[in-house]
């Protein structure tokens, strides 16, 4: 009984699985290439084994041999020679296997046993701080969903390949592409010419669509997610922090209903018009579409929310609306200035995108600079790290009231307010200009068509 307790204390790991591992690349170089795949030093539980291993991948990654000679002499100029055990326990791990053959075996298992002692060492801190009364319990939730997906992503093993391979594989892929002939390999705006530009919006970008107030930047994200939820059948998350959630789905309904939304706010709208709206609701109830109405809304918070909705509902995209009104969870972190605030959560919702593989769409207002003229990357407000930070900037611009002539006011009564959509930034493909017309009735946005507009 005693015995049993203290193996039950004592850190998972296989040490004949170390020797082998280490042993195997002493006896073969073209050995360490698949041990890198799979296992850091740090992988090791012995300490002799992981500053040995260390050796190993240094002479490796100096294009040098690593053999039992080049090894301990290594270690005998660090001065570590002793602590692993001296020449002769270097030595004696060429004893241990007969050939390389297993090793890819060997790496598995050394990475299998660190991942059960990093689930232990996860697990103890989630115990005290759960203990810890002075935390709040939110923080401990989302610093442990933090630390499993960590463990995840970094156990992720990668593979070492040659040009040669690759090669082989991007030819599968164009052939691929060639005969689906799609132009979208992303997720389908609804915009025809934004798609041909961007492809649709990619896997991990930060996409950020800035406009002044009252411009429509709010309608824009809605005329996509409902695109991609209703049209496309693809799980959207739409965060609002501005707007109750019911308002959004009166907006939602009006646009998929084309009935006028201040009628549908108000009641007066025609009884002939309920079957629209009946019809509208049901596509929208098969939608796969997701709206966290959060006020006040948290980084911690949303980050949270946004692994669950990937791991339990399976989003593959994210809209957030909109940047400004994110708060910071920490009190150092509150007492920063604005601009470093902002930067801080770029870079988290940038690294949000990345986590979970999906594009993140952030709304975000414009400094006053841009009513003035044309929006460009200088007009993001508050941090110029929005602008390092997206693979994709939008904005979203339209002539002043004042400046329009009467007859032009007249004609998007009817026609509806001519918008121009700028792809001011695409880390990896063109920009452009993209004119639409806003549908103010509605709530929603249309392609332009020109001639249409103009001789109305």
Known sequence: MVRQELKDRIPPHNEDAEKAALG??????????????????????????????????DLFDRNLTADILTVANELKQLGKLDE??????????????????????????VQDYSLRRAMIRVSSHVTADSYDESKDARIVLEETEQHIF?????????????????????FEDI??????????????????????????????????????????KTA??????????????????FFTLEMPDRALMLRILSAEARINAHALRTGFFKTSDFNKIFEAGDNINKAPLYIIDMPNMKLLDLRTQARR????????????????????????????????????????LKNLARELKIPIVVLSQLTREAEKDRPSLASLRESGALEQDADVVIFLHREREAAK??????????????????????????????DLVFESQYTTFKPFAGEQYENH
């Open 24 to 57: 195997a690349m002493l006896l073969d170089a073209n050995a360490i290439p698949v041990v890198i795949q799979y296992v850091r030093p740090a992988d090791f539980y012995s300490g002799a084994h992981s500053r040995i291993c260390e050796v190993i991948f």
């Open 84 to 109: 692993v055990g001296g020449a002769a326990y270097v030595a004696s791990l060429n004893n241990v296997v007969p050939s390389s053959a297993n090793i890819e075996y060997y790496a598995q298992q």
């Open 150 to 170: 960590e463990l995840s992503d970094t156990r992720q093993s990668f593979r070492l390949r040659s040009a040669k391979d690759i090669l082989h594989d991007a």
């Open 175 to 216: 052939e691929r592409l060639h005969k689906s002939q799609k132009d979208i390999t992303g997720i389908p705006t609804g915009i025809p010419e934004l798609d041909r530009l961007t492809s649709g919006f990619q896997n991990q970008e930060l996409i950020i669509i800035g406009a002044r107030p009252s411009v429509g």
């Open 220 to 237: 824009l994200a809605l005329t996509m997610a409902s695109h991609i939820a209703i049209e496309k059948k693809i799980p959207v998350a």
């Open 309 to 348: 909705l990937r791991a339990q509902q399976k989003v593959e995209i994210i809209f957030i609306d909109y940047l400004g009104l994110i708060t910071p969870e920490n009190q150092s972190f509150r007492f920063q200035q604005r601009h470093e605030q902002m930067a801080e959560i770029s870079r988290s």
């Open 405 to 434: 002539t009467p007859e032009e006011k007249k004609q998007e009564e009817t026609m509806g307010k001519k918008t121009t959509l700028t792809l001011a930034k695409q880390r990896n493909g063109p920009i452009g200009d993209i």
